[in-house]
């Protein structure tokens, strides 16, 4: 099977984020890179996938930064066999739409059997690539999957999904698709140092828009549907309130509160 | 001196990193409590390539270097003491003398296994009455035809209720003693009359399980004498070229260990408010964390050298002494500051310096105590 696997490199979740003093984005200095988390449940289970039916292979592409390269060479100590990264300067300020676009670009003549990727990345939160990718490439969807199956024949998926009322949903999707990881899909596992040799060795190409034949007004700042305004911090949360008392009249008090002070009930 | 490591190391470093705060931090109490290490934290210190570091790759290891492997134990060391043992046996004393002495039979049979961790290794040395005085063992290995038979008890032996394979020293001549009188016997589990006695619970390092090993006329052959038969009586030197090595290694994990140390002190004192403001804005705190971080930096200084010169091949017996020496006394009083900077919180169990204080206290008294590398020093100070 030929598995491509979409990745993003984002601010390590630990990082704190501070904003820029115009308000256009958050200051990047000093930020620890990772590979994004749910893209991790997806390089493990392109490669456990790989593991299984002999021949397979692994791409991991990224758009990003030429500081992407890491991450992608994280998922190549992982085991993948190969990276591409697209990185352009005319991609600066690409929104969701623009994004997908030129992933779903580059990924047109590789002729996937399945796409693995991360339900959403942790940075924007905007969970809306994939399926964007999807509509581009004319391929199945199966999204915030933690439960994967692809048939021995590799015609067919299986896909879980855990829905409202803790029940799960099974959706089967021919393939070639687009499947979606959530957490608990796998346990992603450590690159090795063996694994962190081979990776410098294999295969990694970098295409910027001229080689993808796009333009930068399809895809760039310009191409975006979708403008930023200003970037801000959450109010911060104000402490808790602890009430104090016998539990018959805490609750009494806490109604009382959620009426009168938060005015919810 | 500036010291880089690779990119490649670095970003191991960091999945070493990843793993411990991810894997280990969640399970330190319950190492504590248990006394174990839990399966899937050596089943992923296995799949990391640890059990292998400095193990040539022609036997399945890593093949780094000194200097590359203290990094390595610098990041691995700030967890649970007991999390570094699980591995510092079979990259040190459990495998060094098969490496350094052995022959390419003994080589090829045991290092690779050890190499992936599929099997452990215990350095069987220390016993009732020879700690410091590592000559003074008497435990026997007598000729019965082709066999050895050993006789004795070892104690305080690290790993050994999990390994599978034992390096043991042995008095094969009563009068010569360290001078050709101490053989080296590769002893593996299962053979008749080797059994684990009691396993100590000591006041840290919990879940290294360091436990009795008794031997009743164990009989190994002789292709089982590391180095083979030619090296009858040569095993004190085997053991003490490890050793030197692990005083090295030892010291990079006790600088992990300070720097979680004066990490947790840091993070507590900015924190904790009383009269108002952070402990941190206070003098007296701030002194503590600053000489906290300047000795830690000497340690690393010292480390970085002499790891530097043992891999360029120099004789630097001494500089390892005074390396171990420093960064033991260093970390004791690095986790007292860190502690006493807790208050109470620290001094209850759920505090993560409450196992690093005692953790602490056994660097001072392993793999040659204060007194013994002072006296090295000492030794090598007069020697001219």
Known sequence: MKIGVLMKQVPDTETKIRIKDDASGIVVDGIKWVMNPYDEYAVEEALRIKEKKAGSTVTIISMGPKRSVETIRTGLAMGADSGILIDDPALEGADCYATAKALAKVMEPENFDLILCGKQAIDDDSAQVPQMVAEFLGMPQAMVIDKLVVSDDGKKATCYRRIEGGAKEVLEVDLPAIVAAEKGLNEPRYASLPGIMKAKSKPFKEINLGALGLKAEEVGAKGAKLKVKKYFLPAEKAPGKIIPGEPEDAARALVKMLREEAKVV | ?384
């Open chain 2, 1 to 384: 001196m500036v010291f880089e490591p690779s990119a490649e190391l670095k970003q191991f470093l960091e999945t070493i990193r990843k793993f411990v705060e991810k894997e280990c931090y969640p399970v330190e109490m319950e190492i504590e409590e248990k006394g174990e290490v839990p399966e899937h934290i050596i089943k992923g210190l296995c799949q990391l390539g640890l059990f292998g570091v400095t193990t040539p790759t022609e036997y399945g290891g890593l093949g780094l270097s000194i200097i590359d492997y203290c990094l390595i134990l610098i990041e691995l060391s700030r967890t649970n003491a007991a999390v570094r043992s699980q591995i510092t046996t079979n990259n040190g004393v459990g495998s060094k003398g098969i490496l350094f002495d052995g022959t390419e039979e003994q080589k090829k049979k045991y290092l690779p296994s050890l190499a992936s961790g599929e099997k452990m290794a215990s350095f069987a040395l220390t016993e009732p009455g020879a700690g410091s005085d590592a000559s003074a063992i008497s435990t026997t290995a007598v000729k019965k035809g082709s066999n050895w038979a050993i006789n004795g008890t070892k104690y305080f032996i690290t790993n050994a209720p999990r390994a599978s394979i034992f390096t043991v020293l042995a008095l094969t001549d009563k009068e010569k003693r360290a001078r050709g009188g101490i053989t080296a016997f590769i002893v593996e589990k299962g053979t008749p009359g080797l059994v684990i006695g009691k396993i100590f619970k000591a006041m840290g390092n919990v879940g290294s399980k360091p436990a009795e090993v008794i031997f009743e006329d164990c009989q190994v052959p002789e292709e089982n004498i590391i180095g083979g038969p030619k090296m009858v009586g040569q095993g004190f030197r085997t053991a003490m070229k490890s050793l030197n090595e692990a005083r090295i290694t030892l010291s990079a994990s006790m600088i992990g260990f300070a720097e979680r140390a004066l990490k947790l002190a840091r993070d507590y004192a900015k924190i904790r408010v009383q009269f108002g403001k952070p402990i941190a804005e206070n003098q007296a705190i701030q002194w503590m964390l600053a000489d906290s971080a300047t000795e830690i930096y000497a340690s690393r200084c010292m480390l970085f050298d002499a790891a530097a010169r043992v891999d360029a091949g120099q004789k630097v017996d001494a500089m390892c002494s005074m390396t171990k020496v420093f960064a033991s006394e260093m970390l004791c009083r690095v986790t007292d500051r860190s502690l006493q900077i807790h208050g109470g919180t620290g001094y209850i169990k759920e505090s993560p310096i409450e196992h690093l204080y005692r953790d602490a206290r056994m660097f001072r008294i392993v793999e040659g105590t204060s007194e013994i590398q002072r006296m090295i020093i000492a030794r090598d100070v007069l020697k001219d």
